[in-house]
């Protein structure tokens, strides 16, 4: 059984830091790229970051270009996503999921349940 598990959100002030982690069981997690999604209130999942399964090649959505960064360690079947400079815009439900290395979340198949970021002073 494939299971995703995120970790790390919270409360922050503006121009704070967090750390998101993203832990993976039931799959061969070294033979996935891992994609970072986010969800506002009456929108969808929109893309955010993503790491291809060799933590090589990273990509970033414009809108985090610069403050937020990818890291993944296979031994340990985890992603850690940092997340700097936050602000009020990045509040959001964060998650991760197992797939292809595209920006597309339907090609991913495997998703997290969730974790909730808040920015606010």
């Known amino acids: 059984q494939v299971q995703l598990v995120e970790s790390g959100g919270g409360l922050v002030q503006p121009g704070g830091s967090l750390r998101l982690f993203c832990e993976a069981s039931?799959?061969?997690?070294?033979?996935?790229?891992i994609g970072w999604f986010r969800r506002t209130p009456g929108q969808d999942r929109r893309f955010v970051a993503r790491?291809?399964?060799?933590?090589?090649?990273?990509d970033y959505a414009d809108s985090v270009q610069g403050r937020f960064t990818l890291a993944r360690d296979n031994a340990k079947n985890t992603v850690y996503l940092q997340l700097n400079s936050l602000q009020p815009e990045d509040t959001a439900v964060h998650y991760c999921?197992?797939?292809?290395?595209?920006?597309?979340?339907?090609?991913?198949?495997?998703w997290g349940q969730g974790t909730q970021v808040t920015v606010s002073s």
């Open positions: 999921a197992a797939g292809p290395y595209t920006r597309t979340l339907t090609t991913y198949h495997h």
């Open positions: 790491i291809d399964w060799t933590g090589t090649k990273t």
């Open positions: 039931g799959l061969n997690f070294e033979t996935y790229a």
